[in-house]
C-alpha cells in the first residue's frame, strides 16, 4: 500500500510546513479523514480516509515532500540503527526504481516482508525502512534499480552502518549468507543537491558498479564518480567533530562558537544556531535550534547575547545528544522524540519532542517507527519529480499532435479548395455535349451560348478527342474532383473533433501548471490514460496495462478497504474524483469538471433535470452545474457565481467580460462517437462573466 501523506505521531496527523524564520512545523491537514489503522492499537496511528490517496497508479509509487526537514546526521544514525535491528539478516527479493532519485530494496527478513528506501533527491534525500513496493511492471523499472537488482536479487543483507563518523552516508552490505563475506554495498550520500547513491562491487577493488546520478566530467569535483572506477568516500565536511568541541567544557564549547561568530560579517550578532551548525561536523541547523531550546534558551539566540550559564546549559544538551548517536554501533531508539517546531528527530531525553509509537508488528505497513515517521516527512518530493516529468511529456505530446491535427487540416482544406471548382468543370462538359453539332472537325474549339448568362461564347476543345471525347474526359475528373470533397469533408469534421477536443486537455494541463499535492499527480495520471485509450499516446510501460488502470481507479487492492458499501455509492465516489466543489452564495453546491472525465461526469452522470449547466463560449473551459432540488429556482448571485467559475476555469479567464452559456443538462448530448467530455448542446441562452470576481475562491479551491 501507498504510505499516506502526513506524519504519524500520536493522535496526530499532518503535513510538514515550511515557516518564514525557515523553521518547519507540522501543521494538521484540513482535509484528512482520520480513522484508527487497523494494525495498531488505536491513539498510535492513523490512515487517510480517502480512495484516491490509496490509488497506486503508475506515476504514483514514490513518497517525498518538498519544503521538509533536513535528514541530518541525527536521522542518519537512528535509520541506521533501527534498519540494523529490523532488517538484517534479510534476503533481498528485487531492487526497484520508479523516478530518478531513489529506490526501494524489497526483502524477506524472519519478521516478514520489509522495504528500504533509498533517496538521493537533492531536497528529501533519506535512507529508512518502508513498505515494501513489491513487484515492479515488465519495463517500468529504471535503470539503477534494474542494475541493483541483477546484482543484489537472492543475496542476504548483512549489515547496515554509517560512513565516516559524523559525516551523511549510510551503507548497506550484502553477501551470500549470514556471517558470510560482503559481496556488494549500496551506499547512500546524503549531501543536499550533492547527494548520490552508489553500487559498489566489494571484491573488486570497491569498484561503481552504477550510480545513481553520474555526474559529466566536468562536475567531478576533487574525485572521480564513474561506473568501474574505485569508489572512494566524500570530502570531509567543513567544522570541528563535536566531541573536540566539548573536551574543555562549557568554556571550550563556547570559545569554538564564538570564534566561528567572529568570521562571519555580523559579529556577535550572529545567530547561536548558525554558528553551532557551522562549527561542528553532523549538526544542522535544525538541530542547533532545537538543542537551544532544551536547553532553555529562546529561539533566534544570539551569540553576544548568550550568558555563561545558558553556555554551560547548552554544552549539557549538547553533551546528551553526542552520547545519543555515539552509543555503540546500535544506539537505543527507546528515548526517540520528534520535535514538530523544527522538524529534528532527537535520541536522548528532552523537554520538547514527542516520543515515536512501538514498532508495529507488522513491518510491511511502513517499516519501524523511524521510518514511518520519514515516510511521511518526505511524503511527496519524488512525487513532485514525476508529476513534472510526467507534465511536460503528456503537454509536448498534445501539443505536437495538435500541430500535426493543424497541418492536416491545412492539406484537407487544399485539397477541398481544388474540388470545390467540380460544378464549372460539368457546366462545361454539358455544353460541349450540347453544342457538338456546331464543332467543325480537328478545330480546339467550338461556338456556343453560356447557359447562365446567354452570351455567346466559346469553348476549348481536344481536337484528338472531339467534343464528346473531351467532355467525357470532363464528367470522368467531375465524378473525382466530387468524391474527393465528399471524402475531405468528414475528415475536416473530425479533425476538427480532434483539435477541440485536444485543446481542451490542453488547457486542463496548463491549469494545473504547479504540484500542489498528490491529487495533482493522479490528475495527470488519468490524462495520461485517457491520451493512451484514445491512441494519442504510446504506454510508457510494457504489458499489464489493464491491471495499471484498474490500479489507477481503485479497482485493485483488498477487498473491502476504503471502499463504498454500495455500487451506487462507489459510481458516485469515482465520479467526484475528478470534480471540483464550490460553493455558490445561497450555499448551493456548484460542480466544476478538472479534466475530460471529470467534465463528461459533470455534464452526462451528475447534471439532473433541476439543475443549470454552463460552459464558455467558443474556447476550452470546464463543465459547471449549479446543484438544485427539483423545483427550485436559482437565484441570479448564484447563476452569476456559476457563469464566473465557468469563465474562470477556461482559456479566456484573462478576458475580463466573458460570454457563457447555460442551460438544464437534459439539453445537454454526447454525440455518437465522441470524444470523452465532448457534448453539444441546445436551447442555450448566454451571461455575462466576470472571472476575477471569482480569482480568489477558485485558486483556493485548486490548492
Not at 499532518?14 to 488505536?42: E, M, N, Q, Y
Not at 533566534?300 to 545558558?310: K, R
Not at 453560356?450 to 481536337?463: H, I, K, Q, R
Request: proline content about 5%.
Amino acid at each position: 500500500m501507498t504510505t499516506p501523506r502526513g506524519v504519524a505521531l500520536g493522535r496526530f496527523v499532518g503535513r510538514i510546513v515550511t515557516t518564514a524564520d525557515r523553521s518547519c512545523v507540522v501543521r494538521p491537514s484540513a482535509r484528512a479523514s482520520l480513522r484508527p489503522s487497523p494494525s495498531r492499537p488505536a491513539g498510535l496511528s492513523f490512515t487517510l480516509e480517502s480512495s484516491r490517496l490509496e490509488r497506486r497508479g503508475r506515476f504514483v509509487r514514490a513518497h517525498s515532500s518538498t519544503n521538509t526537514p533536513l535528514f541530518d546526521y541525527t536521522a542518519l544514525v537512528a535509520s541506521t540503527s533501527e534498519i540494523k535491528a529490523l532488517a538484517t539478516p534479510a534476503k533481498v527479493d528485487a531492487v526497484s526504481q520508479q523516478d530518478a532519485s531513489s529506490v526501494v530494496v524489497d526483502a524477506r527478513s524472519i519478521d516478514g516482508k520489509i522495504g528500504i528506501k533509498v533517496s538521493w533527491h537533492p531536497t528529501s534525500a533519506h535512507v529508512a525502512m518502508c513498505a515494501p513496493f513489491g513487484r515492479a511492471e515488465k519495463g517500468t523499472n529504471l535503470s539503477f534499480g534494474e542494475v541493483a537488482t541483477n546484482a543484489l536479487r537472492g543475496k542476504v543483507l548483512l549489515d547496515a552502518r554509517c560512513g565516516t563518523p559524523w559525516e551523511r552516508a549510510m551503507s548497506l552490505s550484502f553477501g551470500e549468507r549470514p556471517g558470510g563475506e560482503v559481496e556488494y554495498e549500496l551506499i547512500c550520500e546524503i549531501m543536499g543537491a550533492q547527494s548520490n547513491a552508489f553500487l559498489i562491487d566489494a571484491q573488486r577493488e570497491r569498484a561503481v558498479v552504477a550510480c545513481g546520478y553520474q555526474p559529466g566530467e566536468g562536475r567531478a569535483g576533487v574525485r572521480r564518480l564513474a561506473t568501474g572506477k574505485a569508489y572512494a568516500p566524500p570530502p570531509t565536511a567543513p567544522g570541528i567533530d563535536p566531541p573536540e568541541g566539548v573536551k574543555d567544557g562549557a568554556r571550550g564549547f563556547a570559545s569554538v562558537v564564538q570564534g566561528v561568530a567572529s568570521t562571519r560579517d555580523e559579529g556577535e550578532r550572529s545567530r547561536l544556531d548558525a554558528c553551532v551548525a557551522r562549527a561542528f561536523r553532523g549538526v544542522s541547523p535544525a538541530l542547533a535550534r532545537t538543542l537551544a531550546r532544551c536547553a532553555g534558551l529562546p529561539d533566534g539566540a544570539i551569540v553576544g547575547d548568550v550568558i555563561d550559564s545558558e553556555w554551560t546549559a547548552l554544552c549539557d544538551e549538547f553533551n546528551s545528544w553526542i552520547e545519543s548517536v555515539s552509543n555503540g554501533d546500535v544506539p537505543s531508539l527507546d528515548r526517540a522524540s520528534w520535535c514538530e517546531d523544527f522538524g529534528q528527530l532527537l535520541l536522548h531525553v528532552n523537554g520538547t519532542g514527542t516520543p515515536l509509537p512501538p514498532r508495529a508488528d507488522d513491518l510491511s505497513v511502513a517499516g519501524g517507527p523511524i521510518g514511518e515517521l520519514f515516510g511521511g516527512v518526505y511524503g511527496d518530493a519524488g512525487d513532485k519529480d514525476v508529476f513534472d516529468r510526467e507534465r511536460s511529456r503528456i503537454l509536448q505530446a498534445v501539443r505536437a499532435r495538435l500541430k500535426k491535427l493543424i497541418s492536416k487540416e491545412a492539406g484537407f482544406r487544399k485539397q477541398l479548395e481544388a474540388a470545390s471548382g467540380h460544378e464549372k468543370i460539368q457546366e462545361l462538359a454539358d455544353a460541349l455535349m450540347a453544342y457538338a453539332y456546331n464543332y467543325v472537325a480537328g478545330a480546339s474549339s467550338l461556338e456556343g451560348q453560356d447557359f447562365t448568362t446567354g452570351e455567346p461564347a466559346t469553348f476549348a476543345v481536344d481536337p484528338e478527342k472531339g467534343p464528346v471525347g473531351t467532355a467525357e474526359a470532363l464528367y470522368k475528373k467531375t465524378r473525382k474532383l466530387r468524391r474527393t470533397a465528399d471524402a475531405v469533408e468528414p475528415l475536416i469534421e473530425e479533425n476538427a473533433r480532434e483539435m477541440e477536443y485536444l485543446q481542451q486537455v490542453e488547457f486542463s494541463i496548463v491549469e494545473v501548471n504547479s504540484y500542489r499535492s498528490r491529487d495533482d499527480l493522479l490528475f495527470i495520471e488519468e490524462i495520461c490514460l485517457e491520451l493512451e485509450d484514445g491512441g494519442f499516446m504510446k504506454p510508457t510501460g510494457k504489458g499489464a496495462e489493464a491491471k495499471k488502470r484498474a490500479q489507477t481507479n481503485g479497482q485493485v487492492g483488498k477487498k473491502g478497504k476504503n471502499q463504498p458499501k454500495s455500487g451506487k455509492a462507489a459510481r458516485k465516489q469515482e465520479l467526484m474524483s475528478a470534480v471540483r466543489v464550490y460553493t455558490a452564495p445561497s450555499g448551493k453546491e456548484v460542480y466544476c469538471g478538472r479534466n475530460s472525465r471529470g467534465n463528461e461526469a459533470v455534464s452526462l452522470h451528475l447534471g439532473k433535470e433541476s439543475d443549470v449547466w454552463f460552459h464558455v463560449r467558443g474556447a476550452p473551459g470546464a463543465h459547471v452545474i449549479l446543484r438544485q432540488q427539483p423545483g427550485d429556482h436559482a437565484s441570479d448571485e448564484d447563476m452569476q457565481f456559476a457563469a464566473d467559475v465557468a469563465a474562470f476555469h477556461s482559456k479566456v479567464r484573462t478576458g475580463g467580460k466573458v460570454d457563457v452559456s447555460y442551460c438544464s443538462p437534459k439539453h445537454v448530448r454526447k454525440p455518437s462517437g465522441a470524444r470523452l467530455g465532448m457534448v453539444t448542446i441546445s436551447n442555450e441562452s448566454v451571461l455575462i462573466a466576470r472571472p476575477d470576481s471569482v480569482a480568489n475562491v477558485c485558486e483556493s479551491g485548486m490548492d
